[in-house]
């Protein structure tokens, strides 16, 4: 399932886990060991989240022998951070605008 529109990756980072998830895996790829490791979580809320990732399209698992090695993948971070600065825009070139009522 890859995740339908930017808001909803506003929506599964909004997990302040999954946020630090995808704030260390920014850092490059790393197994489910090291997560646990640098997040201080447990290894099955880790594993869970990171399911959560993998079925949005955030995340990109790589198996390496006995280990899986997750990535994050930038293509919708950029499509969320688009549809924010698109927003924006609006929000700043209407921001005069008055509706009648």
């Known amino acids: 399932m890859l995740i339908s529109a930017p808001p909803d990756v506003l929506r599964l980072l909004g997990d302040p886990l999954r946020a630090r998830i995808a704030e260390f ?9 090291h997560l646990v490791e640098g997040l201080d979580a447990t290894q099955s809320n880790i594993s869970n989240h990171l399911r959560v990732l993998r079925e949005a399209g955030l995340v990109a698992a790589e198996p390496r022998g006995r280990f899986t090695y997750y990535r994050l993948l930038p293509g919708p971070l950029e499509a969320a951070a688009g549809h924010l600065t698109a927003l924006a825009a609006r929000a700043r070139d209407t921001a005069a605008v008055r509706q009648e009522c």
């Not at 895996?25 to 060991?33: K, N, Q």
């Open 25 to 33: 895996l920014a850092e490059g790829p790393a197994c489910t060991c």
